[in-house]
């Protein structure tokens, strides 16, 4: 004998039904929600490297290599924070880090830079000693020349990242082991930039010879210090095994994109007044 279901008592199967898709949706939704936090929050932090020049005979160059640096690596978001490392030009044989030690933004030249106002205080002491800028009024000086180049640049291509710009010794190799456990341990998604010249003070066939002779031991991943000083004729070494260091922990090696230098541009031979300019991305 079949028992005879009630209207009412099919409308609250109806309804459990109806009631069981709704948890299996809102379960389905927060699942993916939670996926996607995951992933933002666990995503291991980008790291891009790039070696440019700061000497500006030929200045459209710099700025076509911004331009490819940014489509190459950040073509729809940008780094957090630009670490910044240059030569100290004045003081060769220093052994001291410089950074920065004035709060974010400033003003310098015609430019409101985004400074980096809290990756210093985890790892490099700043004082009258070692800072880069000596303030004056609502505007910073500096000697270093580079700092402008590169500055303006990043406010061009890169204008939401903050900037920690460092001079390092040019050729003190005991500094490397002090910087990078402390430029691996940022976690943020940062573009490490070296800002160097290769050779200088010498004929365009000898520059060429120095050039290339840089150029392999950067592609050949050279890590040995004394092999690197010795094989690469630019103005900060050290500089370039940073970046060289850094991007071999991410399985990341140099590929050539620009070589020029006075005489090339100049088409004619230097000699004495030549410096060359090498333009690398890792990937």
């Given at each position: 004998m079949?028992?005879?279901?009630?209207?009412?008592?099919?409308?609250?199967?109806?309804?459990n039904k109806?009631?069981?898709?709704?948890i299996?949706?809102?379960l389905?939704?927060?699942?993916?929600?939670?996926?996607?936090?995951?992933?933002?929050?666990?995503?291991?932090?980008?790291?891009?490297?790039?070696?440019?020049?700061?000497?500006?005979?030929?200045?459209?160059?710099?700025?076509?290599?911004?331009?490819?640096?940014?489509?190459?690596?950040?073509?729809?978001?940008?780094?957090?924070?630009?670490v910044?490392?240059?030569?100290?030009h004045?003081?060769?044989?220093?052994?001291?880090?410089k950074t920065?030690?004035e709060?974010?933004?400033?003003?310098?030249?015609?430019?409101t830079v985004?400074?980096?106002?809290?990756?210093?205080k985890?790892?490099?002491?700043?004082?009258?000693?070692?800072?880069?800028?000596?303030s004056?009024?609502?505007n910073?000086?500096?000697?270093e020349h580079?700092?402008?180049?590169?500055?303006?640049?990043?406010?061009?291509?890169?204008?939401?990242?903050?900037?920690l710009?460092?001079?390092?010794?040019c050729?003190?190799m005991?500094?490397?082991?002090?910087?990078?456990?402390?430029?691996?341990?940022?976690?943020?998604?940062?573009?490490?930039i070296?800002?160097?010249?290769f050779?200088?003070y010498?004929d365009?066939?000898q520059?060429?010879?120095?050039?290339?002779?840089?150029?392999?031991?950067?592609?050949?991943?050279?890590?040995?210090?004394?092999?690197?000083?010795?094989?690469?004729d630019a103005?900060?070494?050290?500089c370039?095994?940073?970046?060289?260091?850094l991007?071999?922990?991410k399985w990341?090696?140099?590929?050539?994109?620009?070589r020029?230098s006075?005489?090339?541009?100049?088409?004619?031979?230097?000699?004495?007044?030549?410096?060359?300019?090498?333009?690398?991305?890792?990937?």
């Amino acid at each position: 004998m079949h028992k005879i279901i009630s209207d009412s008592e099919k409308m609250e199967k109806l309804n459990n039904k109806s009631w069981i898709k709704t948890i299996i949706i809102i379960l389905f939704v927060c699942l993916i929600f939670c996926l996607i936090l995951s992933f933002k929050y666990n995503k291991k932090p980008e790291r891009h490297f790039a070696i440019i020049p700061h000497f500006m005979l030929n200045n459209e160059k710099v700025d076509q290599f911004y331009n490819f640096i940014k489509n190459a690596y950040y073509s729809d978001n940008e780094p957090n924070t630009i670490v910044l490392i240059s030569p100290n030009h004045f003081h060769t044989d220093e052994k001291e880090i410089k950074t920065i030690c004035e709060s974010s933004p400033v003003n310098y030249k015609s430019e409101t830079v985004n400074l980096s106002s809290k990756l210093h205080k985890l790892w490099i002491k700043c004082d009258e000693k070692n800072k880069i800028f000596n303030s004056r009024w609502d505007n910073l000086q500096t000697n270093e020349h580079w700092i402008w180049e590169h500055f303006q640049r990043i406010n061009k291509y890169f204008p939401n990242g903050e900037i920690l710009p460092i001079i390092s010794p040019c050729f003190q190799m005991s500094t490397v082991k002090d910087i990078l456990p402390k430029i691996e341990g940022l976690n943020w998604n940062i573009l490490v930039i070296a800002s160097v010249d290769f050779a200088h003070y010498q004929d365009e066939q000898q520059t060429l010879q120095h050039d290339q002779k840089s150029i392999e031991t950067l592609r050949n991943m050279v890590l040995n210090e004394a092999e690197f000083i010795d094989w690469i004729d630019a103005d900060c070494p050290v500089c370039l095994y940073l970046v060289q260091s850094l991007a071999s922990q991410k399985w990341q090696k140099p590929e050539l994109r620009y070589r020029d230098s006075s005489s090339t541009i100049l088409n004619q031979d230097m000699w004495e007044e030549n410096t060359s300019r090498i333009f690398m991305w890792y990937k």
